[in-house]
């Protein structure tokens, strides 16, 4: 019976010790490396804490092998890690450091001064010393019987609405259950080559690690200067060996738009999954036409249920102007589709998806409040405490069955008397030709909807006349913003917020002079 995580890693060294396990641009592991140098940093921490179980342990390292060590290191000891951006703004760390109160930070020695000065009272430690340790099996051997399936793993910090990162805490039982469906579901194996793009503090990251562990497989690392320049990356894609690869939309889309697949094919890519974000269909059909025989995948789901819990695979043709379902629930998952009644909603109405099952998180690390307003109990369940998790996000059936996403509560506005899905306004305004990204938001100082769009010098006339053939009258836009490119936050979606801070509730355009209103 599969309690831990880690019980994962030790059947893979002992399958494939000499297999590479997890490869950066600067150095690679094998299974047997991977596993000694973990159990040696775990074996440093168990001392230090003195036996404690089920403690914070930051991880602030820059992105790369060194990372899933110290993830690992941390489940060893019978704690939890919560990945850093050593990038990230000095304010918004010490507010996560806040909330999170380590134990212990691990660190690299060129870090280590940064990592100190937001430590508190967390024991800072240098990997360089913990992973050429002596590994106490006796010890760790103690910490893995007393632990039980549903001990965090990790704490991964998301936005919060008023500012504070929120940090949902995911037990070991929720990523055993999500590992073993991705294995089931898209037949990962010791031949599995994952290219990883998703950042480590993005639970998009999950799935690369810990599908790779389970399955014997490789991880490569992408480095970051590859995304640059999508033939560079294409080029790399084959000369890496990678074969499957789960990015966000955002660097699909970049590659489809950019022309590079019709002259540098990656042809060794034989799985393409992405999860995020709305995957616009005409640029996934340009991936279908690139390469026809891969699998396609759209999988669903908040950091709140351990990554995913719908998906759809892309079996049917679908043109450039229709929504892509995300589909049916994952196994040993249930979705419901409430309306605001919090009654089922009926066929083709829609309702706000909400989950139970395994792969809820147990909440949100030292914040109660946002944790209750979350996780609810169920409505349909009068009987006994169960809970669901409520992901804010609008949702109906299709006629085949399939889960449609409409956009999020928050992203539905109420405009001229109508409801408004402002998702449906940037699938209309991303079929359009010249038009490689789009994003709706809605000013509501000046009561208005704005539409940006990936496309500079654009005829925004032209825009605007083709969107009168898709869309009501009063979904069409009141402002056309063409930028070069459309900014993208940490994780690689579209920033919104940059966005709106730009344009939203401004009393004039006098530095977007090009933008004035249609």
């Known amino acids: 019976m599969?309690?831990?995580?880690?019980?994962?890693?030790?059947?893979?060294?002992?399958?494939?010790?000499?297999?590479?396990?997890?490869?950066?641009?600067?150095?690679?592991?094998?299974?047997?490396?991977?596993?000694?140098?973990?159990?040696?940093?775990?074996?440093?921490i168990a001392a230090f804490l003195g036996g404690q179980k089920c403690r914070p342990v930051a991880v602030y390292l820059p992105k790369g092998v060194n990372c899933i060590i110290a993830f690992f290191a941390a489940a060893y000891s019978g704690n939890f890690y919560t990945p850093l951006d050593t990038a990230m703004p000095?304010?918004?760390?010490?507010?996560?450091?806040?909330?999170?109160?380590?134990?212990?930070?691990?660190?690299?020695?060129?870090?280590?001064?940064?990592?100190?000065?937001?430590?508190?009272?967390?024991?800072?430690?240098?990997?360089?010393?913990?992973?050429?340790?002596?590994?106490?099996?006796?010890?760790?051997?103690?910490?893995?019987?007393?632990?039980?399936?549903?001990?965090?793993?990790?704490?991964?910090?998301?936005?919060?609405?008023?500012?504070?990162?929120?940090?949902?805490?995911?037990?070991h039982r929720s990523v055993i259950d999500y590992t073993e469906w991705l294995a089931e579901t898209f037949a990962f194996s010791e031949r599995t080559v994952f290219g990883n793009q998703a950042p480590f503090y993005f639970d998009n990251s999950i799935l690369d690690i810990y599908s790779t562990v389970k399955n014997a497989g490789t991880m490569v690392i992408i480095p970051e200067e590859k995304f640059l320049s999508s033939k560079r990356l294409c080029r790399y894609l084959d000369e890496a060996g990678i074969n499957?690869?789960?990015?966000?939309?955002?660097?699909?889309?970049?590659?489809?738009?950019?022309?590079?697949?019709?002259?540098?094919?990656?042809?060794?890519?034989?799985?393409?999954?992405?999860?995020?974000?709305?995957?616009?269909?005409?640029?996934?059909?340009?991936?279908?036409?690139?390469?026809?025989?891969?699998?396609?995948?759209?999988?669903?789901?908040?950091?709140?249920?351990?990554?995913?819990?719908?998906?759809?695979?892309?079996?049917?043709?679908?043109?450039?102007?229709e929504s892509l379902p995300i589909g049916f629930p994952c196994r040993n998952t249930d979705i419901l589709v409430l309306n605001e009644r919090d009654e089922p909603a009926a066929d083709g109405e829609i309702g706000e998806l909400c989950v139970r099952g395994t792969c809820l998180s147990h909440g949100y690390?030292?914040?109660?409040?946002?944790?209750?307003?979350?996780?609810?109990?169920?409505?349909?369940?009068?009987?006994?405490?169960?809970?669901?998790?409520?992901?804010?996000?609008?949702?109906?059936?299709?006629q085949y069955g399939e889960l449609l996403y409409l956009g999020r509560k928050d992203y539905q506005i109420k405009h001229m008397g109508h409801r408004i899905e402002l998702g449906e306004i940037e699938t209309a305004a991303s079929a359009y030709r010249d038009v490689k990204?789009?994003?709706?938001?809605?000013?509501?100082?000046?009561?208005?909807?704005?539409?940006?769009?990936?496309?500079?010098?654009?005829?925004?006339t032209a825009l605007y006349q083709y969107l009168k053939t898709r869309l009501p009258h009063y979904m069409l836009p009141a402002l056309i913003v063409d930028l070069e490119a459309l900014p993208l936050n940490a994780n690689g979606k579209i920033d919104r917020i940059e966005l709106g801070g730009a344009y939203c509730g401004k009393k004039n355009y006098r530095d977007h002079e090009k933008d004035a209103p249609l």
């Open 90 to 171: 000095r304010e918004r760390l010490r507010s996560i450091m806040e909330t999170l109160r380590p134990a212990a930070i691990i660190t690299d020695r060129t870090h280590y001064e940064a990592a100190a000065e937001v430590a508190a009272d967390a024991a800072v430690m240098e990997l360089e010393e913990l992973r050429d340790g002596t590994v106490d099996e006796g010890v760790l051997d103690r910490i893995r019987r007393t632990m039980i399936d549903t001990d965090p793993l990790y704490v991964m910090f998301t936005s919060g609405s008023t500012g504070i990162p929120k940090g949902v805490v995911v037990s």
């Open 244 to 321: 499957t690869i789960f990015w966000v939309p955002s660097a699909l889309v970049l590659v489809a738009n950019s022309g590079a697949l019709d002259t540098v094919c990656p042809k060794g890519i034989e799985k393409i999954l992405f999860c995020g974000e709305v995957m616009p269909t005409a640029q996934l059909n340009v991936w279908r036409r690139a390469l026809p025989n891969a699998l396609y995948a759209n999988l669903y789901g908040p950091t709140e249920i351990t990554d995913v819990c719908t998906y759809f695979i892309v079996e049917r043709e679908f043109s450039d102007v």
């Open 437 to 460: 990204q789009s994003c709706a938001l809605y000013d509501a100082q000046k009561q208005r909807i704005i539409l940006f769009v990936a496309a500079e010098g654009i005829d925004k």
């Open 2 to 44: 599969l309690t831990n995580v880690t019980q994962y890693l030790q059947y893979a060294a002992a399958r494939c010790p000499d297999k590479i396990a997890f490869r950066d641009a600067a150095r690679q592991v094998t299974f047997s490396q991977f596993a000694r140098q973990s159990r040696a940093c775990a074996s440093a």
């Open 365 to 398: 690390y030292r914040n109660p409040e946002k944790t209750v307003a979350a996780f609810t109990q169920n409505p349909l369940n009068t009987m006994y405490p169960e809970k669901i998790y409520r992901t804010g996000d609008l949702v109906r059936y299709n």
